[in-house]
């Protein structure tokens, strides 16, 4: 972090200093989370769902921090003031702060990027800064921090040498990348999709497009916005910037993409191989180390925005070539020593991500060269902040493992349960389909029946704790029989 002292956060934020803390000390770094704080930090004890932060400074100093950032006085266990700036609002303080170490790396030539989209944000912010850190030192978010709070931490994590800074933006309502754009100015905007995450909360997926498209008007007119041409509403932000336009398509259809990928060939492993075609004409073959054909969008956008910052194509390529999921959670494939696999991508979910996974795990599940083909499992939880179209989505998506001939259907949770529905009347009946109520009935469920030779899918949004689940099963190994060989368990022959 570019290092400032208790009176610079006194003036950027316009707060009050208490009476013990010390206006020329200096913070070496951030945390919302008093057991991340380090020697010489800040700790900022902003007001939680569940905690409040201001409970836990006594912890902060106890692990090295020198100030805390907060709304109002506390005490010690003597009985003292901590030291601290008070402010009306920490988070709002926060943005306050980021956005002026923001001006300050942009005096040093500090290149800012901007992701959004309603899937696909953390795998693309991941594939780009590992492309720009062959260029120039990096910083990108941890996991998924993509908003009020997570992209000022994104922001502290800079430093003076920084030659590329990745933002991943998210929102949850009209207005909320505006806030984030205002306070980074990102000098290229890179847009994802448009979907149905959220549409509870936005009111609808017209809504979530004007909100995405709030990231392509603050680009500059010397920046460049980067928009999936095969998403409609992504290509009609085109018209709501003054940037240059440089669009990215997976569909042969005469999109007039600079970007594209051509000739998609999945591997008998789900990952996707292509031809990556730049701006010019220039033409490499990459194959992807990431489960699913749906990446081939994020690894698209990824070599869109590392082309428009300048980086050479071949260094795109030989970036891109077998690199896999950087993040948890995502597509993550674990091969147990009994035969069976686990891809665990239950970070979080929605439709739009829900059924390419759900395909994924079907063309995984296709004869392979021997002509075998493995048993599908799919292990769905809820789909969360879907509003009044939650039960017509999971409707859909039981109906969708169906048609996939998906062999076992688990669905977890009552939020989920029009999937299990749904997958009954569209023809899976008997041991087909199932429903439990908690991750620990699915967990004894599948260590009953599992077999060596299948492949779970655990899927679900990020509440509803599949990835943990998804986590033990992987640890878990079917039990041996007497001959050595490993059971069949109560689902018998495949």
């Not at 303080?93 to 989209?117: C, D, F, N, S």
């Not at 999936?228 to 709501?240: C, E, F, H, K």
């Not at 000739?263 to 220039?282: K, W, Y």
């Not at 686990?342 to 599940?365: C, Q």
Request: contains cysteine.
């Amino acid at each position: 972090m570019i290092e400032l002292t208790t009176a610079d956060l006194v003036s950027i934020t316009g707060g009050r200093i208490t009476a013990t803390a010390d206006p020329g000390a200096t913070v070496a770094g951030v945390a919302t989370d008093s057991r991340e704080c380090s020697e010489g930090w800040l700790f900022v004890a902003k007001p939680g769902e569940v905690s409040d932060g201001h409970h836990f400074i006594d912890r902060a100093f106890a692990a090295g921090a020198v100030l805390a950032l907060a709304e109002h006085e506390t005490l010690d266990p003597d009985g003292a003031v901590h030291p601290a700036v008070i402010v009306q609002d920490a988070v709002i303080a926060m943005g306050q702060v980021a956005a002026h170490l923001v001006a300050l790396l942009r005096q040093q030539g500090t290149q800012v990027v901007g992701i959004t989209g309603s899937a696909g944000k953390t795998t693309t912010k991941d594939l780009l800064a590992a492309i720009l850190a062959t260029a120039g030192p990096t910083v990108a978010p941890i996991g998924s921090y993509n908003g009020e709070v997570g992209v000022p931490l994104t922001v502290f994590g800079a430093t003076t040498d920084t030659r590329y800074l990745v933002i991943e933006m998210g929102a949850t309502g009209i207005g909320h990348i505006t806030y984030l754009t205002d306070m980074v100015k990102p000098d290229t905007g890179v847009v994802l999709c448009v979907g149905t995450a959220h549409a509870g909360e936005f009111g609808g997926v017209e809504n979530i497009a004007r909100a995405k498209g709030e990231l392509v008007e603050a680009l500059p007119v010397d920046g460049t916005a980067i928009l999936n041409l095969d998403d409609p509403r992504v290509a009609a932000m085109a018209s709501r910037t003054r940037a240059t336009v440089l669009g990215f398509s997976m569909d042969d259809d005469g999109s007039g993409a600079a970007v594209s990928a051509t000739d998609i060939v999945i591997g008998a492993d789900g990952c996707p191989e292509f031809t990556l075609t730049l701006p010019g004409g220039h033409s490499h073959r990459i194959r992807s180390g990431l489960i699913g054909r749906h990446h081939v969008a994020n690894l698209l956008a990824a070599a869109a925005a590392a082309h428009a910052l300048g980086i050479d194509g071949a260094v795109i390529a030989g970036t891109l070539q077998d690199r896999g999921p950087a993040s948890r959670w995502r597509m993550e494939r674990t091969e147990r020593a009994d035969g069976v696999s686990i891809i665990n991508d239950a970070y979080n979910a929605n439709p739009e991500s829900m059924r390419a996974a759900l395909r994924t795990l079907a063309e995984l599940g296709l004869p392979g060269a021997d002509g075998t083909a493995r048993r599908t499992w799919a292990v769905i939880g809820e789909m969360l902040e879907l509003g009044a179209d939650s039960i017509h989505e999971h409707d859909l998506i039981g109906r969708l493992a169906v048609r996939l001939n998906i062999k076992k259907l688990v669905v977890v949770g009552r939020g989920a349960k029009a999937a299990h529905n749904s997958a009954v009347l569209e023809g899976s009946w008997g041991d087909e389909a199932y429903f439990v109520e908690t991750p620990d009935e699915a967990e004894q469920l599948l260590q009953e029946q599992l077999e060596p030779g299948d492949i779970v899918l655990f899927k679900s949004s990020n509440s509803s704790g599949l990835r943990h689940l998804g986590d033990r099963v992987a640890a878990h190994a079917v039990p041996s029989g007497p001959t050595g060989t490993p059971a069949t368990g109560i689902g018998g022959a495949r």
